[in-house]
Structures are given as structure tokens and as C-alpha cells.
């Protein structure tokens, strides 16, 4: 039975723009004949790699392919070797897809950063700003492992300590 798959290939940019749409078109021609219903073919064009490593070759940037085919998984075994032995690929994957293709019409532009705001009631690591004073549950212990005390008990408490009754320390006025 077919599976929905989707195959994203780095291809080396240093193998030049004829050769690299070459090697793109060469690869769909692999997966129809390896019994594949290719559905989708989108070249994403050089991009900036995340990393580099002797593995890539040192290379800073890939020409990106993916292709959304259908197939049956035994068939894919031919065609990911010669992906792992083409030296024109500088990574590959492929991936089963559990529902329908998602269709990226076209991917935000490199030297653009995208800035969202982070939420006011959080802090930097996500967590709620206003954490002792929930309003879904009791509120959470100190870290001493009491209670946290209300501000009008802490009043209360304050008056009931304090001998005098006043700011001055309990003396009076001779």
C-alpha cells in the first residue's frame, strides 16, 4: 500500500546552478521510476545552512529540493543509497507523512527576521510572571515551604506583634 512521503535534499551549490536543477530533476526521475507518484516538486533555492561541518564539506549555504510523492516503503531502499552515495547530496531526508501534504507557497527570505513579542505574563523561560496568585487553584507555598500570607493577615499580624500599636516601637511619649 502507498504511503505518503516527503524527501528534502541539500544539494552542494558548488556544482553549479545547470547541474544542481540537473540533480533535482534527475532525482524525480528516480523516485518514478522506483514506482513513486510524485505529487510535488519545490525548489527552494540556495539557503544559509544552520551549521557547517567537515561532513558538509564547510559549506556555508545548499541548494534545497523537497518532493511530495507517494510510494510504497519498500521501494524507497534503491533510492535513499544512491542519495547516501551521490556526492552532489549534502544531506537527505526522507519522512512518512501521517495526513495531507502542507503546501509552503514560499519561504520567509533569509535576511528578514521575523520578532514576536513575547507574552507580558511570562518571563523569559515561559513561565507565569504571577505565579503565587493564581486565580485557578491555592495559591503555592513559599520557598520555605509555608503558605503565602495575604496582605490584610500581614496587617493584621503587623498590629497584633506590636506592643505599642505604633510606628515608634511601642514607647511612649513621657
Same mark, same amino acid.
Given at each position: 500500500?502507498?504511503?505518503?512521503?516527503?524527501?528534502?535534499l541539500?544539494?552542494?551549490?558548488?556544482?553549479?546552478?545547470?547541474?544542481?536543477?540537473?540533480?533535482?530533476?534527475?532525482?524525480?526521475?528516480?523516485?518514478?521510476?522506483?514506482?513513486?507518484?510524485?505529487?510535488?516538486?519545490?525548489?527552494?533555492?540556495?539557503?544559509?545552512?544552520?551549521?557547517t561541518?567537515?561532513?558538509?564539506?564547510?559549506?556555508?549555504?545548499?541548494?534545497?529540493?523537497?518532493?511530495?510523492?507517494?510510494?510504497?516503503?519498500?521501494?524507497? &531502499? $534503491?533510492?535513499?543509497? @544512491?542519495?547516501?552515495?551521490?556526492?552532489? %547530496?549534502?544531506?537527505?531526508? /526522507?519522512?512518512?507523512?501521517?495526513?495531507e501534504?502542507?503546501?509552503?507557497?514560499?519561504l520567509?527570505?533569509?535576511?528578514?527576521?521575523?520578532?514576536?513579542?513575547?507574552?507580558?505574563?511570562?518571563?523569559r523561560?515561559?513561565?507565569?510572571?504571577?505565579?503565587?496568585?493564581?486565580e485557578d &487553584? $491555592?495559591?503555592?507555598? @513559599?520557598?520555605?515551604?509555608?503558605?503565602? %500570607?495575604?496582605?490584610?493577615e /500581614?496587617?493584621?499580624?503587623?498590629?497584633r506583634?506590636?506592643?505599642?500599636?505604633?510606628?515608634?516601637?511601642?514607647?511612649?511619649?513621657?
Amino acid at each position: 500500500m502507498a504511503k505518503k512521503y516527503e524527501l528534502v535534499l541539500i544539494l552542494d551549490p558548488q556544482s553549479g546552478e545547470t547541474q544542481l536543477e540537473a540533480a533535482a530533476d534527475n532525482y524525480q526521475k528516480r523516485l518514478e521510476a522506483a514506482g513513486a507518484e510524485v505529487v510535488q516538486v519545490v525548489k527552494w533555492g540556495l539557503r544559509k545552512l544552520a551549521y557547517t561541518s567537515i561532513a558538509l564539506r564547510q559549506r556555508q549555504q545548499g541548494f534545497y529540493v523537497l518532493y511530495q510523492f507517494l510510494a510504497e516503503s519498500e521501494r524507497l &531502499g $534503491p533510492v535513499e543509497e @544512491d542519495l547516501k552515495l551521490d556526492e552532489s %547530496v549534502l544531506r537527505h531526508l /526522507v519522512v512518512a507523512v501521517p495526513g495531507e501534504f502542507l503546501s509552503v507557497p514560499q519561504l520567509a527570505p533569509e535576511n528578514v527576521y521575523i520578532y514576536q513579542s513575547p507574552d507580558r505574563g511570562r518571563d523569559r523561560r515561559g513561565h507565569r510572571r504571577d505565579r503565587d496568585r493564581r486565580e485557578d &487553584g $491555592p495559591p503555592r507555598p @513559599d520557598r520555605d515551604g509555608r503558605a503565602p %500570607v495575604e496582605s490584610a493577615e /500581614v496587617a493584621e499580624a503587623t498590629t497584633r506583634d506590636d506592643p505599642g500599636g505604633g510606628e515608634d516601637g511601642g514607647e511612649e511619649a513621657a
